[in-house]
């Protein structure tokens, strides 16, 4: 194991946006006298590509194989995204560093930017979160909700992909029309045509992710998607699309949505991480928001939207729990003591449940064939 002033291996998954985000956490210890090396490593997540996410297991399908590594001794830490964590995690493992917190609010994304209420009647939205297809269909339940899995990348590419076909079919045929008209010798020479570029040029001009984005043939066309605003982000993807905030306090965000977690072996090593990079504010928000989803259970098969934002001596939380339908909830707004933060989160979470949290939690279990009961976290992978 790495010893100080010997070189930290970091495991990480290998997408675009885990490398990125292990290397703000890579970067951030380096400049704290840490050196850092990253390890790619594939995980159960990575690997199945077609299943969705709720059925993907228990013990964190992008989570488990790096902190296997991390137990076996084969590296010295890992680098999730928090809201991928299960609440349970073997007894050696702990959470070493919380970096400062980016966003935790969900954004709407389409091709031009319309907001939620600017989506037509019946429009498709794309997520393969329950909480955000709960939380979508409770503001609109005319709305279609269909999955949607796949990095970042790959999720902004299926949204895009319809539009940039069409244009180029539009282009292209204007193209041949306008060669025609060339020939013809009734045509007015002076007449306007739509577009002032060839099909050539428009294409050359085109970003290596929007060409490949032009090659896809997805399944389902897609009106719009949500993702994580942070994840968004962080991918450097903002330019090919349009972004709708929606509201945090009707679209709760995930436990630990937009925040990093870097875990190791309890010891010397996970203390000298936790002074070189946790973030005090976040530490706090986040245990507030895994402590109620760790009491409530059921994270990965029930919609359960919960955020924390610590403010002076008192911790804002909002909590949210839905049916699958959308069409029943139990939620509740209050401020919790910072300096109990955690018996507090408790109580809240004791609280819901007696107000028929549990109930909906139990329906989801039952409803969701093929997920695991005993599950214990949301994933949705900010990806």
């Known amino acids: 194991m790495t010893t100080r002033g010997e070189t930290l291996q970091l495991a990480t998954r290998g997408s675009d946006l885990a490398l990125r985000q292990a290397e703000t ?170 577009y002032d570029r060839t099909v050539e040029e428009w294409f050359d001009d085109l970003t290596e992710f929007e060409r490949r984005a032009m090659e896809r043939d997805p399944d389902t066309e897609y009106d719009a998607i949500v993702l994580a605003k942070a994840g968004l982000h962080r991918a450097g993807l903002t330019r090919y699309v349009g972004m709708s905030d929606l509201d945090p306090d009707r679209f709760v965000p995930a436990p630990g949505q937009g925040a990093l977690a870097v875990t190791a072996v309890d010891g010397d090593l996970a203390l000298d991480i936790k002074d070189r990079l946790d973030d005090p504010q976040t530490r706090v928000e986040t245990t507030v928001e895994r402590t109620i989803l760790e009491e409530l259970g059921g994270g990965c098969v029930a919609p359960i939207g919960v955020h924390a934002h610590l403010e002076g001596a008192v911790v804002h939380t909002r909590v949210r729990v839905l049916s699958q339908d959308g069409t029943e909830e139990v939620s509740v707004a209050r401020d919790l003591p910072a300096e109990y933060h955690i018996d507090a989160a408790q109580d809240l979470a004791a609280e819901l449940a007696e107000q028929g949290a549990d109930d909906l939690i139990a329906e989801a279990k039952r409803d969701s064939t093929g997920a695991d009961d005993d599950a214990s976290t949301a994933r949705e992978e900010d990806e």
Request: hydrophobic share 35%; glycine share 6%.
């Open 25 to 194: 956490v890579r970067d951030a210890l380096s400049s704290r006298r840490l050196s850092v090396e990253l390890v790619e490593v594939e995980t159960t997540g990575d690997q199945i590509r077609d299943e969705l996410i709720h059925r993907l297991g228990k013990t964190g399908a992008f989570v488990r194989s790096l902190d296997e590594k991390v137990l076996d001794g084969d590296l010295d830490a890992a680098v999730h995204s928090m809201k991928d964590m299960p609440t349970e995690r073997p007894d050696r493992l702990v959470v070493a560093g919380v970096p400062e917190r980016a966003a935790a609010e969900d954004v709407l994304v389409t091709p031009d930017g319309r907001s939620l209420d600017e989506l037509p009647e019946g429009a498709t939205v794309g997520t393969s979160s329950l909480r955000r297809k709960a939380q979508l269909l409770a503001e609109r339940d005319d709305l279609t909700v269909e999955p949607l899995r796949g990095n970042v990348d790959t999720r902004i590419a299926k949204l895009l992909a319809p539009s940039l076909q069409q244009e180029h079919q539009e282009r292209h045929e204007a193209e041949q029309e306008r060669k025609g008209d060339a020939g013809d010798p009734d045509t007015d020479e002076d007449e306007e045509h739509p």
